[in-house]
């Protein structure tokens, strides 16, 4: 299926219920992105979807608003499942599907680990769409807390990374408990041709938005890169990079727990006012972060992966790359945290002698300039 994108100029086409239109434009959307324009007209048509498109450009309104629209808020019965790798990101969605919501009689059950099991299998009972993790939503179907029959959607956001190894055998078992006919919706920046194989296991003949690689690089984001040499002379390269520029926050991206808290501790010597979120603090600990964050009561964030994907904070415009990410589609994920929704941002990528081959390979594979880092930076 195609859509004449060059028709759809408001979100009246849609033909959306007064209620979830009104919180539509109530929560800013005036004209639907791209993929909204693509992917919202499929899955109010009751196809299996698999959607496909640059970090920022507004998948989590697509979603939402299509799962919206299909709810019917008389029925207190679950009818919706929406599942995300990450509490941060099921958090994030949760509250945009509330905030779209707003004016409807909506209820949803957030079931992430840190929410007290008690209180999920409280909720999930009365409500319309169940937002999580893998792990916890598992958990709620093998207690049998709520009545799998109604259920009409299953949407899996960052889908490539839920069809990996770390989640795969949980996203299965939701699967096989849900009904057959369960509309499928999977949402995602990036997705390798061995996922999308995955994928015709278990989903009927999905309407496909898919982008071709080189074109999933984000025009707004301008990219550079500073050749250090070594791993010990970064520290100091990055010091001086928040010397230089004019920065209302930021994101710095490391490969592991051990880099984000060495980080964290030798910014904090130099004065530098700096949060850090990983894998190994409470749910709490992460909540609170990405709470002071967001209000700007700290401008830089150092980050592992878990942070790459999905994370909206309006005021980032800067991406440091301490550590290149492993795997190549992490690359546009952690850019895409800068530059959201068309704004402009910037990505900086330290690299050593080992690693500019692998910088050359991601510039390769997406089309990406990444250009050095120029001596006047005053202007970047």
Same mark, same amino acid.
């Given at each position: 299926m195609t859509t004449n994108t060059n028709e759809i100029d408001s979100f009246d086409f849609f033909n959306l219920?007064?209620?979830?239109?009104? @919180?539509?434009? &109530?929560? @800013?959307?005036e004209c639907p992105s791209i993929i909204q324009q693509q992917s919202i007209p499929p899955i #109010?048509? !009751?196809? +299996?979807?698999? /959607?496909? /498109?640059? &970090?920022?450009?507004g998948k989590t309104g697509s979603f939402t608003i299509g799962i919206l629209q299909m709810i019917d808020e008389t029925m207190n019965r679950v009818q919706a499942? %929406?599942? /995300?790798?990450?509490?941060? %990101?099921?958090?994030?969605? $949760?509250?945009?599907?509330? &905030?779209?919501?707003?004016?409807?009689? %909506?209820k949803t059950c957030l079931a992430i680990g840190g929410v007290n099991i008690n209180d999920n299998l409280r909720d999930v009972k009365n409500s319309h769409? #169940?937002? @999580?993790?893998?792990?916890?939503?598992?958990?709620?179907? $093998? !207690?049998?807390?709520?009545? *799998?029959?109604?259920?009409?959607?299953?949407?899996?956001?960052?889908?490539?990374? %839920?069809?990996?190894? +770390?989640f795969i055998n949980q996203i299965k078992k939701i699967i096989q408990r849900i009904p057959q006919n369960t509309q499928i919706c999977l949402y995602s920046a990036t997705l390798p041709d061995d996922l999308m194989d995955i994928t015709s296991k278990f989903m009927n003949n999905p309407v496909q938005i898919l982008v071709e690689p080189e074109k999933l690089s984000l025009e707004g984001i301008k990219q550079y890169y500073v050749d250090v040499s070594r791993e010990q002379w970064k520290f100091?390269?990055?010091?001086? *990079?928040y010397k230089s520029l004019k920065i209302s926050q930021s994101i710095i991206f490391v490969n592991t727990i051990d880099k984000c808290i060495y980080l964290h501790d030798k910014l904090t010597e130099n004065n530098h006012t700096v949060s850090m979120i990983h894998g190994q603090l409470s749910a709490i600990e992460r909540n609170e972060v990405m709470r002071q964050f967001r209000v700007g009561n700290?401008?830089?964030?150092? /980050?592992? +992966?878990? *942070?790459?994907?999905?994370? +909206?904070?309006?005021h980032v415009n800067m991406v440091i790359n301490y550590d290149l990410p492993s795997k190549n589609e992490s690359y546009l994920h952690r850019i895409g945290r800068s530059g959201r929704y068309g704004r402009k941002g910037t990505a900086i990528n330290l690299i050593i002698e080992k690693t500019k081959r692998h910088l050359s390979d991601i510039a390769n594979l997406y089309g990406a300039t990444i250009d050095p880092l120029p001596r006047d930076i005053s202007n970047i």
């Open positions: 219920k007064d209620k979830l239109l009104r @919180g539509v434009y &109530s929560y @800013g959307f #109010l048509e !009751k196809r +299996d979807l698999i /959607a496909q /498109a640059p &970090s920022g450009t499942i %929406l599942v /995300a790798p990450t509490r941060e %990101l099921a958090c994030q969605i $949760n509250s945009v599907i509330l &905030s779209l919501g707003t004016y409807m009689e %909506l769409v #169940l937002v @999580g993790t893998p792990g916890r939503i598992c958990d709620l179907i $093998n !207690k049998d807390a709520f009545d *799998l029959r109604y259920i009409k959607i299953l949407t899996m956001d960052e889908a490539d990374e %839920l069809l990996r190894q +770390d100091d390269t990055l010091v001086d *990079l700290c401008r830089i964030l150092i /980050a592992t +992966d878990i *942070l790459a994907r999905g994370i +909206d904070v309006q």
